[in-house]
């Protein structure tokens, strides 16, 4: 849903640091790594100790590092290797994985409303992911849903940003609303493959 508008505006604004970066021989592999694994960390340390607002800050950082390996790899000539693809694909799956997880290690101790819909989150995800990377290998596409990964992710660092700000509620509303846009996502993608196939 935002990732096609905006593609082209966001490439133009990246372009003169990924061209910098592919002068001092950062590839787009090692970016794909080094935000996969700093989102890691971030999540683990600050939002499994309740650290939201500085915590969001930190993480959206490193995943929006995610936006740098693709343009790198054009930039370079290979527009991506077979491994590279498989390499983002995997890190980002684990990468919002953690995100959820480290809220969930907080809410289990502070939080224990927020556990449903986390669990139903990160259930959902998954699905979202595995049904079109099935779908493809049908050879069946499937680019549909109203919530692919950026989606996901800027409702769920928004509610956590929010409520680091202290807005008490902003979890609660952006947890469930998360829920049903996967959940719409998730229909929708399994719409597409029963009608194709």
């Known amino acids: 849903m935002l990732r096609i508008p905006l593609k082209s505006g966001v490439t133009r604004a990246i372009l003169p640091l990924a061209r910098l970066m592919v002068r001092v ?44 390996d693709g343009t790198i790899a054009r930039l370079t000539g290979s527009n991506g290797t077979r491994f590279g693809a498989l390499l983002d694909s995997t890190l ?62 800027i409702v769920l660092l928004t509610s956590t940003g929010l409520y680091g700000l202290g807005v008490s509620s902003a979890m609660d509303i952006g947890l469930w609303f998360l829920v049903i846009i996967n959940a719409i996502t998730v229909v929708q993608r399994f719409y597409v493959v029963m009608r194709d196939a």
């Open 25 to 68: 021989g950062i590839t787009a592999n090692a970016i794909t790594v080094v935000g996969a694994i700093g989102s890691w960390i971030a999540s683990l340390y600050f939002f499994a100790r309740g650290n939201f607002f500085f915590g969001t800050l930190v993480i959206a950082f490193f995943l929006l590092s995610d936006l740098f």
């Open 92 to 153: 980002d799956r684990i990468s919002d994985a953690v995100v959820i997880i480290a809220l969930i290690l907080w809410s289990v101790e502070e939080e224990g409303s927020w556990l449903i819909p986390l669990i139903a989150s990160l259930v959902l995800g998954f699905m979202i992911s595995y049904i079109k990377a099935r779908a493809e290998g049908l050879g069946i596409s499937c680019e549909v849903g109203v919530a692919e990964r950026a989606e996901r992710l």
